[in-house]
């Protein structure tokens, strides 16, 4: 009976430890049995950009993204017919709440803040130096 008891106990204590982990989102659901890294691992396409809160993603090529297992991605940017590809690699902040991209021979890392990371949805924000704040939102292809 107390070996029965324990293991509830265990058991309780890792679900609440799940549980608080994962609201740490703006949006998207508070719980998920998916880690953070297997939510990015995708192939993505950029379905809107808002900028101060106004669409503007008809400005925009089109963007594909695809996040691989190894912490690489790429990038392929297509307007006009003609298509040019970035690559690098990505990571994580320390506390998972931003994308560090590092773009192929560059020296520094463009950080991404993670507004919803779903497996099918996920929304980047980017603030720049005058508090102007884009939001990127891509979503599985």
């Known amino acids: 009976m107390k070996k029965l008891f324990s ?21 998207g659901s508070k719980f998920t049995l998916l880690s953070a890294k297997s939510r990015v691992i ?3 396409a950029l379905t809107s950009v808002t900028y101060n809160g106004t669409e503007v993603i008809s400005l925009y090529p089109t963007i594909k993204m695809s996040f691989k297992k190894d912490d690489t991605y790429s990038t392929s940017f297509t307007a006009g ?5 970035e690559t690098g690699t990505w990571a994580f902040n320390n506390d998972k709440t931003a994308l560090l991209l590092s773009a192929t021979g560059s020296s520094t890392a463009d950080t991404q803040t993670i507004v919803m990371l779903k497996s099918k949805m996920m ?11 884009t939001i990127w939102t891509l979503e599985q292809q």
């Open 81 to 85: 017919g003609l298509t040019t590809t």
């Open 42 to 44: 995708n192939d993505w």
């Open 7 to 27: 293991l509830g106990l265990v058991a309780m204590l890792a679900l609440t430890a799940v549980v608080s982990s994962c609201g740490k989102y703006e949006e």
């Open 123 to 133: 929304k980047l924000k980017s603030t720049d130096t005058a508090g102007d704040i």
